[in-house]
C-alpha cells in the first residue's frame, strides 16, 4: 500500500492509551518502524518499562501540537466508555482516532455524542491471544492477521484511509464490516466460544480435580485454551454484547439438546448421521 498519511515520520506522534497485549504490540511494531510513540497506562511500571526499552517516548506530557497526533485506544471496552470523556481534550486534539475492541455499537454511539464521527473510526485487529499484559506484547502481533474496519455515517473518507495505511503499517489486511454485523459476527465466532470454554473448565472444576487432570488430553488443552483469557476484559464483552451472545446461547443449547435427545432415546443412526452432517459442514469450513 502506498503511504500517503504516514509517510512522513517526523511530523507524526501516535499515542496509545492502554499498553496491554494490544496496545503495547502496536507500540512495539510502531518505534521498530521509526515513529515517535507515546503512551498513558494506569500502571506506572507498564510505561517505566517500555520507556527503558524504548518501546515509548514517553506520555501524554510530550505531546507537541505542531505534529499530527493519531491516537489509538487500546482499552477493554467498558474502561473506553467509562473514560471516554475523561480524554475527549486528547481526541478534540487529535487528528485521528481508533480503538482496538470486538464491541462497537456501544461506542460508536458514544461517539456520535461527542460528534466525533468523522475522525474517529473503529477497528478490531483479529490477533488476540489467552495472554494478556505489556509483558506479552510483541511487535509482530498483527503479522498476516486481518483487522476489522467499521465504517459508520459521518466517517471522512481521509480518516478511512489513515486507518487502512495504520493496520498495513502494523502487517495486517484490512475488511469493512458495518459495527452491528460486526458484533453479530464476533458473538458467535469469538465470545460464544469463550463462555463455551469458560463454562467446560467450571465444569471440569467440580469433578476430582487432581484424578481427571492426570487425562487432560490434547482436545480438551487445546478446545479450553481460552478460558485463560483476561477475565475483566471478557466481562465487558460479554455483558455489552449481551443481545447478541443471549440468542447465541440460546441457539446452542438448542444444539445440545438435540444431541442430547439422541443420546436419552438411543437413536445410534440419527445421533451418527447428525455427527456426520457437521463433520462435512466444519470440513467445508477448513477449504
Known amino acids: 500500500m502506498k503511504k500517503t498519511f504516514l509517510k512522513n515520520k517526523r511530523n507524526i506522534?501516535?499515542?496509545?492509551?492502554?499498553?496491554?497485549?494490544?496496545?503495547?504490540?502496536?507500540?512495539?511494531?510502531?518505534?521498530?518502524?521509526?515513529?515517535?510513540?507515546?503512551?498513558?497506562?494506569?500502571?506506572?511500571?507498564?510505561?517505566?518499562?517500555?520507556?527503558?526499552?524504548?518501546?515509548?517516548?514517553?506520555?501524554?506530557?510530550?505531546?507537541?501540537?505542531?505534529?499530527?497526533?493519531?491516537?489509538?485506544?487500546?482499552?477493554?471496552?467498558?474502561?473506553?466508555?467509562?473514560?471516554?470523556?475523561?480524554?475527549?481534550?486528547?481526541?478534540?486534539?487529535?487528528?485521528?482516532i481508533t480503538d482496538c475492541t470486538s464491541v462497537k455499537e456501544t461506542l460508536l454511539k458514544k461517539i456520535k455524542k461527542n460528534k466525533l464521527e468523522s475522525k474517529f473510526i473503529l477497528s478490531h485487529p483479529i490477533a488476540g491471544s489467552e495472554k494478556s499484559g505489556f509483558l506479552n506484547s510483541r511487535e509482530d502481533l498483527f503479522k498476516d492477521k486481518i483487522s476489522i474496519i467499521s465504517k459508520h455515517n459521518g466517517l471522512a473518507n481521509n480518516t478511512l484511509k489513515k486507518c487502512k495505511e495504520l493496520w498495513f503499517e502494523l502487517g495486517s489486511e484490512t475488511h469493512n464490516v458495518d459495527p452491528k454485523l460486526h458484533d453479530e459476527i464476533f458473538s458467535l465466532t469469538s465470545h460464544l466460544p469463550h463462555i463455551v470454554a469458560f463454562s467446560l473448565i467450571s465444569l471440569f472444576s467440580k469433578r476430582k480435580t487432581s484424578v481427571y487432570k492426570k487425562y487432560m488430553g490434547g482436545g480438551l488443552k487445546d478446545f479450553t485454551r481460552i478460558a485463560e483469557s483476561d477475565p475483566n476484559m471478557w466481562e465487558n464483552i460479554f455483558s455489552l454484547n449481551k443481545k447478541n451472545l443471549l440468542k447465541d446461547i440460546r441457539e446452542i443449547e438448542k444444539e445440545l439438546k438435540k444431541i442430547k435427545n439422541f443420546i436419552v432415546k438411543d437413536e445410534e443412526n440419527k445421533l451418527e448421521k447428525h455427527l456426520k452432517k457437521i463433520k462435512k459442514i466444519k470440513e467445508s469450513l477448513n477449504r
Do not use: H, W
Open 13 to 96: 506522534q501516535f499515542l496509545i492509551i492502554g499498553l496491554g497485549l494490544i496496545g503495547g504490540s502496536v507500540a512495539k511494531r510502531l518505534s521498530k518502524e521509526g515513529f515517535e510513540v507515546l503512551a498513558i497506562d494506569k500502571n506506572d511500571s507498564n510505561l517505566n518499562y517500555a520507556r527503558k526499552i524504548k518501546t515509548i517516548n514517553g506520555s501524554s506530557e510530550k505531546i507537541d501540537n505542531k505534529k499530527k497526533l493519531f491516537v489509538i485506544v487500546a482499552l477493554p471496552p467498558k474502561i473506553i466508555l467509562r473514560k471516554f470523556e475523561d480524554y475527549l481534550n486528547i481526541f478534540n486534539q487529535a487528528d485521528f
